[in-house]
């Protein structure tokens, strides 16, 4: 009797919108279409047009980059201010079929950036490496003195032997103050992963992935 196939089952956090990289052509521009409606109910077509092309070259870029989920978040936080961030999710093929090696090898490669904070953590679903960065996303890279934006970054790697894969996940924001909070959230989301053989594991009440992030800052920081 063959054995079936590994699954990955990722909780997303609440509050983050799919870009749908699961959806083809017009399902996918449908789906980033109702995202720019629901996030401007009262703007103009010309704000939820601007909205939706963002959306989608956003997607692009994830699918670009063999992503397999990407998402964003939108959210007032508790003191007013706009808090956003992005989360991208792909499986890479793994360095070492070994997990304790491949994150050992990883979190020795990683180091070797200065400008990384790495920390080694360990989930359920086994060791894996944590590491924290600035970035700065200018909007035209050829041209040095363009409009930039600094950004903070939070990537998990996770070698999942049983997929012979290596989950990367990606999380980028440009709420500074806001980035204990989702890396709170990113460390959740590798936490509850599970690989199965392809059976649907035992659902939750899903009762926090319909709260908002709004929520969640209130909950993280008062």
Request: proline share 8%; aromatic share 6%.
């Amino acid at each position: 009797m063959q054995s079936a196939t590994p699954e990955l089952h990722l909780d997303i956090p609440g509050g983050f919108y799919s870009l749908g990289l699961d959806l083809d052509g017009e399902d996918r521009l449908e789906q980033l279409w109702a995202i720019a409606e629901e996030i401007w109910p009262t703007g103009t077509d010309f704000q939820r047009e601007v909205a939706f092309h963002s959306y989608r070259e956003m997607a692009d870029h994830a699918r670009a980059e063999n992503s397999f989920y990407a998402g964003f978040c939108r959210d007032e936080a508790p003191d007013g201010r706009l808090t956003t961030a992005s989360l991208l999710a792909r499986l890479d093929p793994p360095d070492e079929p070994d997990a304790e090696l491949s994150a050992r090898g990883l979190l020795e490669a990683l180091s070797a950036n200065d400008n990384n904070t790495v920390e080694e953590i360990r989930v359920p679903a086994g060791p894996g490496v944590l590491v924290l960065c600035g970035i700065e996303w200018q909007a035209d890279p050829t041209v040095a003195t363009g409009p930039s934006l600094q950004l903070a970054r939070a990537d998990v790697y996770l070698p999942l032997p049983r997929m012979q894969r290596l989950l990367v996940l990606s999380l980028t924001t440009p709420s500074l103050p806001d980035l204990p909070f989702y890396v709170s959230l990113l460390s959740k989301t590798a936490h509850d992963l599970t690989v199965s053989n392809g059976a649907n594991p035992d659902s939750d009440s899903g009762d926090e992935r319909r709260s908002t992030v709004t929520d969640h800052v209130r909950a993280d920081f008062g």
